[in-house]
């Protein structure tokens, strides 16, 4: 019975700090350099985070392949 009652109120804690915080702006903006009068929109990024950070990995992969070719290609191996 404690914990429904301290459930309840949890959520009639958090129900009352929700009301306070203020909606996200809408997606129009005003552009500084237009003297704020023409609205921008905002355009979906095409590329997700994900695809980002893994051709920046695949990048940094390829990098240390030749880096690592080169190294093996400096070893004399005449012995």
Not at 19 to 39: F, M, Q, Y
Not at 55 to 68: S, Y
Request: hydrophobic residues 35%; negative net charge; aromatic residues 2%.
């Amino acid at each position: 019975m404690i914990r429904k009652i301290t459930k309840h109120l949890v959520d009639i804690q958090k129900a009352s700090i929700g009301a306070d915080i203020p909606l996200a702006p809408t997606t129009t903006i005003s552009r500084a350099e237009d003297g704020g009068e023409k609205p921008m929109q905002w355009k979906p990024v095409e590329t997700t985070v994900e695809d980002e950070l893994n051709e920046a990995g695949d990048e940094a992969t390829k990098a240390l392949r030749e880096k690592q070719r080169e190294m093996i290609d400096s070893l004399d191996l005449n012995k």
